[in-house]
């Protein structure tokens, strides 16, 4: 999730692993700003390599790989462009 000022943006998290060993299921997330993350999920069927949004830690929505990449490079433009912006 990035946020400026009041208005929040959800950006796709890509699932590096899953772990099912304890009772909760425990998965590992690289956002696109190559953060990692701990979340645990119960609403979404996800396997390893699936790309989600996230809600205060909590996968709400699986969402496809085209797509996830499409929002990533859009919001990647839009940060280039408020940095030269900001900068002049």
């Not at 990035?2 to 699932?15: D, F, G, T, V």
């Not at 009772?23 to 996800?46: Q, T």
């Given at each position: 999730?990035?946020?400026?000022?009041?208005?929040?943006?959800?950006?796709?998290?890509?699932?590096?692993?899953?772990?099912?060993?304890?009772?909760?299921?425990?998965?590992?997330?690289?956002?696109?700003?190559?953060?990692?993350?701990?979340?645990?999920?119960?609403l979404v069927?996800?396997?390893?390599?699936?790309?989600?949004?996230?809600?205060?830690?909590?996968?709400?929505?699986?969402?496809?790989?085209?797509?996830?990449?499409?929002?990533?490079?859009?919001?990647?433009?839009?940060?280039?462009?408020?940095?030269?912006?900001?900068?002049?």
């Amino acid at each position: 999730m990035y946020c400026q000022n009041r208005m929040c943006l959800a950006l796709p998290n890509k699932i590096t692993s899953i772990n099912l060993k304890e009772k909760s299921k425990k998965i590992n997330l690289l956002d696109p700003f190559g953060k990692r993350k701990e979340v645990e999920n119960s609403l979404v069927r996800v396997k390893k390599g699936d790309y989600v949004i996230l809600q205060n830690k909590i996968i709400i929505r699986k969402i496809n790989t085209k797509e996830a990449k499409e929002i990533i490079s859009l919001f990647d433009i839009s940060s280039k462009a408020r940095y030269r912006l900001n900068k002049k």
